[in-house]
């Protein structure tokens, strides 16, 4: 199948500022995200200092275009793996103590291969008998939506950082669509959980009116597993990603969940945004935070030059290959789709959501330290009790 995945070198720590300087900070005094503010300020989104940013892939020639890798639209799992919520109390605050106190609000996302593919993290050596057994697993339903356990104590690992632009997650089950959609963008793409740590950390910059500010590191509210599936759809217009999700911990959702509206199990049809298209407000993202997407893709995905009326292509389109969230400043649009065990089978389909809450009911047995190391997180620095449901 002619799909790539973008693989990033590991920046050094000089080079990684280059991206993602301390110095843009806007002042403090945030005002409450609202939908019209989420449309029109879609640069927002970017304004938080997050780990160093990485360069875009980009077609540097026409003649790279005769080479061009046309996209073609993947059905079923396209990407599953563990997810994690970790929101930032505001600057100068120590702690949170209500969503009145939070700054941000993150989605990580760590992919990772089918369960099925792998044993302790590596391909199984095979003879004739355990062929039989990974054959059977295969065919085992809802199995390509389940991850493979997650690695610990390693800095290589692929992650995404998607920053919400609203401080909660809509409730699928809101009666107004308008209340149930938000936008989100891809922060962070890399390979090196010690640049995802420094950028989640504690930090200091300075501005010119308040001198020196400060912010704590960001607090862990939730872990779970998580597949994005693609429908196979009747017709082209119903074409459908879904992302859903089951959070393994906490395993009792406390105060501080409820307050994001993180859910036990919830889906999200998933929607991208075309660069090229105007924001419903007709403002721009600055272009310094743009997301540039290769030629490939603008054409044989966004349809630019012959989909749609316009000459940019598709204004929006469905997920239709995991590359379109490899690149960092991406624009997401998701909308609340389904809750419950029940909500996410029939996103999903073909027994995933099932598959999903077994393993997610298997791994909410880990202690929260496991989770730590997960992702190479000192526990020393990032507090612990949002994952308790405590507000910190």
């Excluded at 927002?44 to 061009?68: I, R």
């Excluded at 090196?192 to 912010?215: C, F, I, M, N, V």
Aim: charged share 30%.
């Amino acid at each position: 199948m002619p799909v790539t995945r973008r693989q990033s070198a590991v920046k050094k720590d000089t080079e990684g500022h280059k991206g993602g300087g301390e110095t843009n900070h806007q002042d403090d005094d945030e005002v409450q995200v609202g939908d019209k503010r989420q449309v029109d300020n879609a640069d927002e989104l970017n304004s938080e200092t997050e780990p160093p940013t990485k360069k875009n892939k980009a077609d540097t020639s026409e003649g790279d275009d005769k080479n061009a890798v046309e996209f073609v639209r993947q059905t079923g799992t396209i990407e599953r793996g563990h997810i994690y919520f970790f929101y930032r109390p505001r600057v100068e605050m120590e702690e949170a103590h209500s969503i009145d106190d939070v700054q941000r609000l993150h989605m990580l996302l760590v992919p990772r291969p089918p369960k099925f593919s792998v044993f302790d993290g590596e391909k199984p050596k095979l003879d004739r008998d355990d062929t039989e057994d990974v054959d059977m697993a295969v065919l085992q339903e809802g199995a390509d939506a389940v991850p493979a356990k997650a690695t610990r104590d390693t800095f290589e690992k692929h992650y995404r950082l998607i920053t919400i632009g609203k401080k909660e997650l809509p409730h699928p089950g809101g009666t107004s669509r308008r209340g149930r959609v938000f936008w989100a963008s891809v922060t962070a793409v890399g390979d090196d959980l010690h640049l995802l740590e420094k950028g989640l950390g504690a930090k200091s910059y300075e501005t010119k009116t308040r001198g020196t500010r400060h912010e704590e590191p960001s607090r862990l509210a939730a872990r779970g597993v998580y597949a994005i599936v693609n429908n196979e759809p009747s017709v082209p217009s119903k074409a459908e990603t879904h992302l859903g999700f089951f959070i393994s911990h906490p395993k009792d959702m406390g105060e501080v969940q409820e307050a994001l509206g993180i859910q036990k199990a919830s889906s999200f049809v998933l929607q991208v945004k075309n660069p090229l298209a105007p924001n419903t407000s007709g403002v721009r993202t600055p272009s310094s935070k743009q997301v540039s997407y290769p030629n490939s893709i603008m054409k044989s995905v966004f349809g630019q030059g012959t989909k749609g009326r316009e000459s940019y292509g598709l204004r929006f389109v469905d997920c239709q290959t995991i590359e379109l969230l490899e690149h960092e400043g991406a624009e997401l649009l998701l909308i609340a789709s389904r809750g419950g065990e029940e909500g996410v089978e029939a996103s999903l389909g073909d027994g995933r959501g099932e598959a999903l809450e077994e393993l997610e009911e298997i791994e909410a047995s880990e202690s929260i330290g496991e989770v730590f190391r997960e992702l190479a997180l000192d526990q020393d620095e990032f507090p612990q009790g949002a994952l308790k449901g405590e507000w910190t």
